[in-house]
């Protein structure tokens, strides 16, 4: 069975410090991994990634994927509490079209 | 344009109604999905419509029923709905073919009494 783990599932850090999120995933054929950010409704898009070892990069969040290992980081630097949010990790895998995420980060970043 | 739209919002309906829920897309994407999210839940992939059609239905009951009316529109019509149906739902849609990303509505909140 395809499965996405994130980890922590929740964390409260103050502004100004360097969080890192993992997501390791076990999926049947695997395609691509995609970060979101879900505030009140929708999950925002946030990177996709597909090769290993290739940094993405906007502003102070980056993600990197490692496909031999299974896993990839979202990494955010300079904390905001605009940066409280669940961070969902969801993996395309099998015939493509189909996305399943993983549990979610809950960050809380204080003042 | 890189909107998906839901109507409506909100929706309460009793266990009896007949509702439906509506999603639009102008992208010209071809994949659009319905997900059902539980307070402090990660999305959970109900059906995915390729190129109009139905793909996959993720053994989702037959009180929920997608339909596609054509490339831009995708409905979920609810009926005989139970309590624990209550949830967001949301809509997304991408290009379709793998690696490419997937872009989410708003959702429905729905809560069923």
């Known amino acids: 069975e395809d499965k996405v783990v994130q980890s922590p599932l929740s964390l409260v850090v103050h502004e100004g410090d360097t969080v890192t999120l993992n997501c390791s995933y076990e999926v049947t054929n695997f395609r691509s991994l995609l970060w979101y950010k879900q505030e009140k409704k929708a999950p925002t898009f946030l990177f996709m990634l597909t090769s290993s070892g290739i940094e993405k990069k906007s502003g102070r969040l980056s993600s990197i994927l490692d496909k031999k290992e299974l896993f990839s980081i979202l990494n955010i630097t300079a904390t905001q509490t605009g940066d409280s949010a669940v961070y969902l990790c969801a993996v395309e895998g099998n015939t493509g079209n189909q996305f399943y995420f993983g549990t979610g980060t809950s960050l809380t970043v204080i003042p | 344009d890189t909107e998906v739209t839901q109507t409506p919002k909100h929706l309460v309906m009793g266990m009896t109604n007949k509702k439906s829920l509506k999603c639009e897309q102008h992208m010209g994407h071809r994949a659009m999905y319905w997900y059902k999210q539980k307070a402090k839940k990660p999305p959970e992939l109900m059906f995915v419509?390729?190129?109009?059609?139905?793909?996959i239905n993720e053994s989702v009951p037959s009180r929920f029923s997608p339909e596609c009316p054509n490339s831009s529109l995708l409905n979920l019509h609810l009926h005989a709905l139970q309590p624990e149906d209550s949830a967001l739902y949301l809509c997304?849609?991408?290009?379709?073919?793998?690696?490419?990303?997937?872009?989410f509505g708003q959702g429905t909140r729905l809560t069923v009494v």
């Open positions: 997304a849609s991408s290009q379709g073919g793998a690696g490419t990303e997937a872009f």
């Open positions: 419509y390729s190129y109009e059609k139905l793909s």
